[in-house]
């Protein structure tokens, strides 16, 4: 099954942006910045007497010992510090050491501060000052990992000021700056300077500090071609390594299902990269069943990355995550067993590295790291032809973010060309199993009575619902009306609008699916239409009177507004029949 051809997408930007400052004028002012801001003291850094997680990470590596990551999701910040204390004492005691805390900051927090007491708020921690950061860094004598919404976002220079001065040494998340968007922020260029200075500022440090990359949050979680993920470590190397001069670690795993390809993927990391890793993430795409069902996807994607690290240690730590992690923000209890079955399954696993085949996986690292330097050489390449000074990384990172995952695939990918776009050398799998979900869905399914013209569009970064639904919608023959991802409401409607649609279909998973449907049967109002508004994915929100922080679910709010809820896509065909004249 190839990918669907919408009738209309939003417009393409230009590469280059006049107004963007030139690289050495932000690596200047990041520098200047490093005058006032230097890395400060913590609890961590102190009771392991390192100068920074780098360090710590090299001293542990050669112990041998597997690093662990706990990620901690709540919105209120009481809530947090008390869990990072709860996780790391009862972990103690259990004989498990949590050597690092990845803390999920809200979107909110991705806005320059004056911006933010005005923005929607998603499921994770809003910090107010700097005192706040200092509050998590001392909350226990493990490392802090401000991974979401830091780098990479507008409010990227303020917040890496704040974790500096709180004792931060890793700093994420270069992949967000490619494919975040926040609501109603489209000033891109501001980002890109941010994300840069604030870039600068930490490869001024004396100490050695850590620029981490989620390659899942970036392309990695929509490129085809896997091997063109492991280009994007090798482009964002050049930009932050040799451009800017900090140290870049990457960390890959949301989407990587799959023993083979995410061992191979861990092996060709250590063939482009000497930097220490900073943790390689859950395969939470696996998270489909219930906990006890999740814990075999737990096994089973940990027991890979034990034994991959037993034998390229890289540094990264391993992230077991809890197994409620599909249905809600995991709570502590939860997320200390996780702590545990990994570490009781780290003295398992190294009797494993005999039973693996490992000149298969070796192999497979060829092709990646072969494919990788093609998409990387030829996307370098591509884009000095386009004008776009790539020696400059502000000019450079823009172009990129324009560009986009399926343009810069489609252009410079190492697969040969194919009747539908290029045939990747390595198949990712969360595209190979969607497409096998909407193949199988198709086949019990007839064909809608006639052409729907369907406008869809997602809330925020989450693609991949949006990615089914168009295999669905295609397949069932509707004309699809692309609004494109992470969508305001009133843009949503005027494409809908502009693209004849019949209906709309909303894709959303960042806790806003309540607000998000009333923005939009508010610019249905005020633009005198009344469109039926089908909505999936995580239906769920914080109510503003919680006192947990915990997102409820909202569907039954969303059917008192008339929207049509779908955990589906059968629930979507229905819908469609029943709701479109003619349907
Ligand atoms: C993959 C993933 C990501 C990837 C997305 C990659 C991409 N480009 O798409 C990445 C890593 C980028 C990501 C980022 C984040 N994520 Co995320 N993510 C997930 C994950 C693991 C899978 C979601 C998914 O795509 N599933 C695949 C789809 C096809 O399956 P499905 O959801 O079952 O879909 C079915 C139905 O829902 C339906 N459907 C879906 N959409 C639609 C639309 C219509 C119209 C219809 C009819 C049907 C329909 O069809 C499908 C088949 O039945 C979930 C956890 C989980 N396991 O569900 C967390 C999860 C959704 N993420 C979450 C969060 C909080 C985030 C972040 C904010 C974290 C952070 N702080 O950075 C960021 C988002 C930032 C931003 N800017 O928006 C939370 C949401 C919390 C909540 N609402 O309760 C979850 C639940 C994880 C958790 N427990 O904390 N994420």
Not at 217 to 242: N, P, Q, T, W, Y
Not at 334 to 359: M, N
Not at 501 to 528: D, P
Request: glycine content about 10%; proline content about 6%; aromatic content about 6%.
């Amino acid at each position: 099954m190839s990918e669907p051809r919408p009738e209309t997408a939003p417009e393409i930007a230009p590469l280059t942006d006049p107004r963007l400052r030139p690289g050495v004028e932000l690596i200047a002012a990041g520098r200047g910045l490093a005058r006032d801001w230097q890395l400060g003291p913590c609890p961590f850094l102190t009771t392991h007497a390192v100068g920074s997680e780098a360090e710590y990470k090299r001293q542990v590596t050669a112990s041998g010992r597997i690093m662990q990551h706990a990620h901690i999701g709540f919105r209120n910040v009481d809530r947090t510090i008390w869990a990072i204390g709860e996780v790391h004492r009862n972990c103690r005691a259990a004989g498990v050491t949590v050597d690092r805390f990845g803390i999920t900051l809200d979107w909110s927090m991705g806005y320059p501060r004056a911006l933010r007491a005005r923005a929607t708020r998603g499921t994770g921690i809003v910090l107010d000052g700097p005192e706040d950061f200092v509050r998590i860094t001392h909350a226990a004598p493990a490392a802090a990992h401000f991974g979401d919404f830091m780098l990479g976002l507008p409010g990227a220079v303020e917040n890496t000021c704040a974790a500096l001065a709180a004792g931060v040494s890793t700093f994420g998340n270069l992949g967000q700056y490619f494919t975040f968007r926040l609501p109603y922020w489209d000033d891109d260029v501001a980002t890109t300077e941010a994300t840069v200075t604030a870039i600068a500022l930490l490869a001024a440090q004396k100490a050695e500090i850590l620029v981490h990359s989620n390659l899942d949050d970036g392309f990695a979680g929509l490129f085809l071609d896997m091997s063109c993920a492991l280009g994007m470590v090798l482009i964002e190397k050049h930009i932050v390594e040799r451009l800017i001069g900090a140290r870049l670690a990457h960390c890959y795993g949301h989407h990587f299902s799959d023993p083979l390809s995410r061992s191979a993927f861990h092996a060709a990391l250590a063939r482009v990269s000497d930097t220490p890793g900073s943790m390689i993430f859950g395969n939470t795409v696996a998270y489909q069943s219930s906990p006890a069902g999740n814990y075999a996807s737990l096994a089973s994607y940990l027991l890979t990355d034990i034994v991959a690290l037993g034998r390229w240690p890289l540094g990264h730590a391993i992230n077991p995550v809890p197994v409620t992690e599909n249905q809600r923000i995991p709570d502590v209890e939860e997320i200390i067993d996780a702590q545990i079955f990994a570490h009781r399954l780290a003295e398992h696993a190294p009797f494993y590295d005999a039973v693996f085949d490992w000149p298969r996986v070796e192999a497979m690292a060829d092709r990646l790291v072969a494919g990788g330097q093609h998409f990387a050489a030829a996307a370098l390449a591509g884009l000095a032809d386009r004008g776009v000074p790539i020696d400059d990384p502000a000019a450079l990172l823009l172009a990129i973010r324009r560009m986009g995952p399926r343009r810069m695939e489609a252009l410079f990918g190492p697969g040969a060309e194919g009747p539908r776009g290029r045939l990747p050398l390595i198949h990712a799998e969360w595209a190979r199993e969607l497409n096998h979900k909407a193949e199988s869905w198709l086949a019990t399914q007839t064909a809608l009575p006639r052409p729907l013209r369907v406008c869809l569009g997602t809330t925020d970064v989450h693609e991949h619902g949006k990615y089914l639904v168009e295999q669905a919608l295609d397949g069932l023959g509707a004309a699809i009306v692309d609004a494109g991802v992470a969508v305001d409401a009133e843009v949503l409607i005027d494409r809908a609008i502009a693209g004849g649609a019949e209906a709309v279909a909303i894709s959303t998973y960042n806790g806003v699916a309540l607000s998000y449907a009333k923005a939009v049967l508010a610019a249905m109002a005020a633009r005198g239409v009344a469109l039926p508004l089908l909505i999936g994915g995580r239906l769920n929100e914080v109510p503003a009177d919680s006192n947990s922080g915990l997102p409820v679910d909202v569907t039954p709010d969303l059917r008192q507004l008339g929207c049509h809820p779908c955990a589906g896509l059968d629930d979507m065909r229905a819908a469609l029949v029943m709701l479109v004249p003619g349907g």
